[in-house]
């Protein structure tokens, strides 16, 4: 009697995986397979479009044009839930989010409606991937603001628009200074306000080292990152003239307030 018990409770367990397995439609591109379930298929054929315009852009914009290829079995996964509660609730991401990117396994998770999915949440999850890639995993004390903020400069309108919040941030005191915001975690129950400026913040100094920085130094840095050297130690050998975070913050904050 137990073992038809264990049988029943195995063939159960084996019905519902497969039911589970069942609810995603597969569709593969060229260096993406896209996962759905009640999505259209025009907007899945669009969200291939955009993923693969997006792959040759962000390689361009962080200047990792010698950047290996996703094929075959190394594609990304783009997950697409039907909507927030599903993805919230499926993949237990905090209310604020709108799309979630697991770097080692190169997945997106998100959904339809996600606030400016197509010039926001798609181009932010894509750049995390391919800028984790590129680096690896050898560095130690990669701050959170660096990694979203490259994340957010491919996001056209919060590259140049970031700017303007951060500005508007140290008129009225609510500035955080990158030691502070080298500290900070982002949970479940942060508040808006506080994320809205995070993101604002590290997509301006990321800008920053970029664009009055030069590209050239930017890729030197994060081949630092990628042979292994600490973050601190690495802007120390790149960007030598900031003499260490504090001095970093202080050109970014100047520039700003110019």
């Known amino acids: 009697m137990k073992t038809i018990t264990a049988l029943f409770i195995f063939l159960s367990f084996v019905t519902t995986l497969e039911a589970a397995n069942q609810e995603w439609i597969e569709y593969k591109a060229k260096h993406f397979i896209i996962y759905y379930k ?3 298929k025009d907007f899945v054929e669009t969200v291939e479009d955009s993923a693969e315009e997006y792959y040759e852009e962000i390689r361009q914009n962080l200047g990792f044009r010698r950047y290996s290829g996703w094929t075959w079995d190394d594609r990304a996964r ?13 993949s237990k991401a905090a209310g604020w989010s709108s799309g979630h990117a697991y ?6 998770r998100t959904y339809p409606s996600a606030t400016g999915f197509f010039d ?3 181009p932010h999850e894509l750049g995390h991937i391919i800028f984790r890639e590129f680096i690896g995993y050898k560095s130690r004390g ?4 660096f990694i979203e903020g490259v994340a957010m400069y491919q996001e056209k309108a919060k590259r140049y628009g970031s700017d303007h919040i951060v500005k508007e941030s140290i ?3 609510t500035f955080m200074p990158l030691e502070e915001l080298s500290n900070m975690r982002l949970y479940h129950h942060t508040t808006q306000e506080k994320v809205d400026l995070f993101y604002a913040e590290s997509a301006s100094v990321v800008n920053y080292l970029i664009s009055e920085q ?4 930017f890729v030197n840095f994060c081949r630092k990152l990628q042979e292994g050297v600490d973050f601190l130690k690495a ?3 790149i960007y030598g003239r900031f003499n260490g975070i504090e001095g970093l913050n202080r050109a970014w904050k100047g520039h700003i307030e110019r």
């Open 235 to 237: 802007l120390d050998t």
């Open 103 to 108: 770097t080692r396994e190169k997945i997106i």
């Open 120 to 122: 926001t949440t798609l």
């Open 78 to 90: 783009i997950y697409i839930y039907d909507d927030q509660e599903d993805y919230v609730n499926s």
């Open 38 to 40: 009640s999505a259209s």
């Open 214 to 217: 030069g590209e050239y130094r």
């Open 171 to 173: 008129e009225d005191g």
């Open 142 to 145: 990669i701050p959170l603001w």
